[in-house]
């Protein structure tokens, strides 16, 4: 997706594209949900705590993203263009694929807010590389670590229906296996390209043009070829101390980001090990990057229902947890991307006349 196509789309297409969610949850509560459950909910105090506790690692992860955006371009923007600069690159990736996100257009948006190209690429390719090299290095290790029945472990309610059984686990850890191939190799070629040899994926891809049916992307391949260089350039001049900056903020950023589901779960008082609810969230997020739904929806809250059911006392109650989950930190993005989006839009319009 391009900015031109996200400009065009209407409300009632971005929502619809993320209602995908809603519909999933609507049918598992017409199969699983029952209002008298829900009376084992108690609204406590440590309930709204839980969910106090979730909206404030919200906005901690926003709030390292905002400074990763300053930092990665050499504090040329204010905190309030990188909060700006966030809200778009998030919302773009909650209304496509995983596979897609909004890292795409990361350049764009801080082109458009004065930063200039060379140092916008390099603030896309640098946020690309420290996010995929967390979630590479961070997630081998706890498949190392943490034991596979603790890591791909479904509660027994779950385990004794037909469609999810002893090879759905199986098939969840190769997929999560398989994710972290992809994204390991995927930051090591990133790394080559960006800090050592940025001229290698034009070679490549234009070798690889030179196949018929590919010959009408020579132009794009260039064009990319040509950015590689220009954001390279740009990397050569930040110090290990950058870099170090750069790493804490996306591990910051990423953990609070997994920590959310900690608090909501939380809120239940329910017993379990919170820490294992956190390193769950590795899979999870690792698994929903092969997703083809906007942000995830529907397989994500699907998933919350399958991974969390054992530390939740009823299937209603794991509905209602799900909900609360994606309504703090997928939806708010929804809402303040149709903010600001528009006005960005009509801002850089009336810039450029």
Request: glycine share 6%; aromatic share 14%.
């Amino acid at each position: 997706m391009d900015l031109y196509t996200l400009q065009k789309m209407k409300k009632w297409q971005l929502w619809a594209a993320a209602s995908i969610g809603i519909v999933v949850v609507v049918g598992m509560m017409v199969r699983e949900f029952d209002v008298d459950a829900l009376r084992e909910m108690e609204l406590s105090p440590a309930f709204f705590l839980g969910i106090g506790s979730a909206v404030v690692l919200f906005v901690l992860q926003n709030l390292m993203l905002t400074l990763r955006f300053q930092l990665l371009t050499g504090r040329r923007i204010t905190l309030l263009q990188a909060f700006r600069v966030n809200v778009l690159c998030e919302f773009t990736s909650a209304v496509t694929p995983s596979v897609v996100g909004g890292s795409g257009l990361t350049f764009i948006y801080l082109n458009r807010e004065g930063v200039t190209m060379g140092r916008s690429l390099f603030a896309m390719f640098g946020s690309l590389l420290a996010d995929e090299a967390f979630l590479a290095v961070s997630s081998l290790v706890l498949y190392l670590m943490v034991p596979s029945g603790v890591l791909f472990c479904f509660s027994d309610e779950v385990q004794s229906m037909d469609v999810v059984s002893e090879w759905l686990k199986g098939g969840m850890q190769v997929l999560f296996l398989g994710c972290i191939v992809v994204v390991a190799v995927w930051t090591i070629a990133l790394y080559w390209l960006l800090l050592h040899s940025p001229h290698s994926l034009g070679w490549v891809l234009k070798w690889c043009c030179k196949v018929s049916f590919l010959r009408r992307f020579r132009q794009r391949v260039k064009k990319l070829s040509e950015d590689m260089v220009v954001a390279s350039a740009e990397s050569k001049q930040e110090g290990c101390t950058f870099w170090v900056r750069l790493m804490t903020y996306t591990s910051l950023a990423w953990m609070s980001r997994f920590a959310i589901v900690v608090a909501i779960i939380y809120a239940f008082r329910t017993p379990g090990s919170l820490l294992v609810v956190w390193i769950r969230q590795w899979v999870i997020w690792m698994v929903s990057i092969l997703i083809p739904t906007p942000g995830g929806s529907g397989v994500a809250e699907l998933m919350f229902r399958l991974y969390y059911s054992d530390f939740l006392p009823n299937a209603s109650v794991a509905i209602v947890a799900a909900l609360l989950w994606r309504a703090i930190f997928y939806y708010p993005y929804l809402i303040m991307g149709l903010m600001v989006l528009p006005k960005w839009m009509e801002r850089n319009k009336a810039a450029k006349g």
